[in-house]
C-alpha cells in the first residue's frame, strides 16, 4: 500500500460533495435499471418455459 492509499483524505467542498452524490445516484439507478431489466428478462424466460409446458403437455 501506498502512503497516499492510507491518508486519509480532505472533505469536499459542498458544490463538490453534491456533484459527488448526484454521479453516485446516476451509478445506483443506472444499476438498479440493470437490475429490473435482468428480472423481467427471467419472468418472461420463465413465462414461455410454462406455455411452452402447456402446449407440450395438451399434444400428448
Do not use: F, H
Request: aromatic share 0%; hydrophobic share 35%.
Amino acid at each position: 500500500m501506498r502512503l497516499n492509499e492510507i491518508a486519509p483524505q480532505k472533505p469536499l467542498n459542498p458544490e463538490q460533495a453534491r456533484l459527488k452524490s448526484m454521479k453516485d445516484r446516476v451509478k445506483r439507478d443506472q444499476e438498479a435499471v440493470k437490475a429490473e431489466r435482468a428480472r423481467q428478462k427471467i419472468k418472461a424466460g420463465q413465462q414461455d418455459l410454462i406455455k411452452r409446458n402447456l402446449v407440450d403437455t395438451t399434444k400428448l
